[in-house]
């Protein structure tokens, strides 16, 4: 089994800054892409961004120039830094990621708790 422990969220005014993180442990042999969401009140969850083992990102349009995610291989970590936050940001933020455990052949995809971030006007 994998654990996904997300930390960083909050609240913060129309403008400023948080950063979130996520570590994976456990039976892990290597984490292959990893991903965070995000589920505003009333909505579906929706990809904010990822990133492959190798660097290669993807962003949700609206973040993109504000959000940041960066991962560290060795520690199985990724994390997003969010600038100019705007209200409209506000939501339960989720860690995702695709692991492939010791003897497998193919990934299995975890999620975590969430953290929520709420951002006022």
């Known amino acids: 089994q994998v654990q996904l422990v997300e930390s960083g969220g909050g609240l913060v005014q129309a403008g400023g800054s948080l950063r979130l993180s996520c570590i994976a442990s456990g039976s892990i042999f290597r984490v292959d892409t990893m991903a965070w969401y995000r589920q505003p009140p009333g909505k579906q969850r929706e990809l904010v961004a990822q990133i492959t083992r190798g660097g290669r990102t993807n962003y949700l349009d609206s973040v993109k120039g504000r959000l940041t995610v960066s991962r560290d291989n060795a520690k199985n970590m990724v994390d997003l830094q969010m600038n100019s936050l705007r209200p409209e940001d506000t939501g339960v933020y989720y860690c995702?990621?695709?692991?492939?455990?010791?003897?497998?052949?193919?990934?299995?995809?975890?999620w975590g708790q969430g953290t929520q971030v709420t951002v006022s006007s």
């Open positions: 995702n990621t695709d692991v492939l455990h010791f003897g497998a052949l193919t990934t299995v995809n975890y």
